[in-house]
């Protein structure tokens, strides 16, 4: 029998921003988030990644040009082997248009283009549930990637569900990047530590459900203004559950504030503008197209923001 040919897969996955958040996992479940989530698939900030054929028999992780031995990913494609029943070694060789891992999702959309593009490498078979299985390993919030638009991840199943496509209600998310380099605790020991010591963490879980109604609420009837202000909600909510931890876990740094009070101010002079923030310092600002230019020209005239930039609602994981 002849042994099966390989041929290159390549997929691009957007960053998802979560607009009610997911902060903590479900006990005892294999990386099951603890509360369902809601995002938003960006278009603009993304991760593009190559499998082939291995040149020897192990695996090889190229990042943004510079061999990594990153053990997680080594993991993910473990998985996939297993799952698929097909014993290759693969090279991969990706690229982040995002910073990594400063709390902009570059492991979402990192680990759903890994594990999307190895899947269709091992089987050229397009079984989502098994990918989604092995995407929410590499990391909880992954899932919500693979699909476009405004995406819903149920808590208990960890399903992935589209409540709205990018062409039925265009967003816009304004991002600005206010630190440089990686964050110091990552999402998952900030959420164990979060769960494992904060007196705030059991009102969150249970609080999160009327959170997750009223924006799917708000998605259905396209109410941008109910949809911003329980994001902005959620947002505190999570931080404020993290705070609430010992020793207190602080994402943010002096210029997160004042892109807050800028928002305010905005919002006062009848801008349609909210924000959200994540496992990072970084503001990225849920409004409507026409309005992103202004106010990415007033975060840029305050001078806060290292980066500022536009981004728009994306498709789900394309590949090539
Ligand atoms: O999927 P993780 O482990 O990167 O965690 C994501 C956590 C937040 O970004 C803070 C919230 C979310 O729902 O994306």
């Known amino acids: 029998m002849s ?7 390549s997929v691009r996955a957007g960053v998802n ?8 996992k479900a006990k005892d479940q294999e990386n099951l988030p603890a509360v369902g989530s809601i995002s938003m698939t960006l278009r603009d900030l993304f991760t593009q990644t190559r499998i082939s054929v291995s040149p020897d028999d192990s695996d090889h992780f190229e990042l943004n040009g510079i061999p990594t031995r990153d053990p997680r990913v080594f993991k993910l494609l473990d998985q996939v082997r297993t799952r698929a029943g097909i014993d290759q070694p693969m090279q991969v060789v990706s690229q982040n248009f995002v910073p990594t891992a400063s709390g902009l999702a570059s492991s979402a959309s990192g680990s759903a283009a890994l594990v999307t593009a190895a899947w269709k490498f ?3 078979r397009d ?3 098994e990918v989604i299985d092995i995407v929410r390993k590499g990391s909880g919030s992954a899932p919500r990637s693979l699909l476009g638009g405004l995406v819903e991840l149920d808590k208990a ?3 992935i569900r589209q409540l709205s496509p990018p062409e039925a209600w265009p967003l816009s998310m304004v991002v600005a990047q206010l630190s440089e380099g990686a964050k110091a605790t990552s999402s998952r020991h900030g959420m164990a530590h979060t769960r494992a010591t904060s007196i705030y963490y059991d009102a969150w879980v249970q609080a999160h459900p009327y959170d997750l109604a009223r924006a799917r609420e708000a998605i259905e009837r396209q109410d941008l203004e109910q949809l911003g202000t329980v994001m902005e909600s959620s947002t505190m909510r999570m931080h404020a559950c993290m705070l609430g931890a010992r020793p207190p876990l602080i994402y943010w740094n002096a210029r997160t504030l004042q892109v807050i009070e800028l928002v ?4 006062k002079s009848g801008v349609g503008a909210w924000y959200t923030m994540d496992a990072g310092p970084h503001v990225k600002i849920l409004c409507l197209p026409d ?3 202004d106010i990415r020209h007033a ?3 305050s001078g806060v923001s290292l980066k500022t930039t536009i981004d728009s609602m994306g498709d789900g994981v394309c590949v090539q």
């Open 3 to 9: 042994s099966p040919t390989f041929k290159p897969v």
């Open 17 to 24: 921003i979560a607009l009610i958040k997911y902060w903590g």
């Open 122 to 124: 091992l089987t050229d």
């Open 127 to 129: 079984e989502w549930t």
């Open 157 to 159: 199943r960890g399903e």
């Open 264 to 267: 305010h101010t905005l919002r």
């Open 291 to 293: 309005d992103a230019h």
């Open 299 to 301: 975060i840029d005239a």
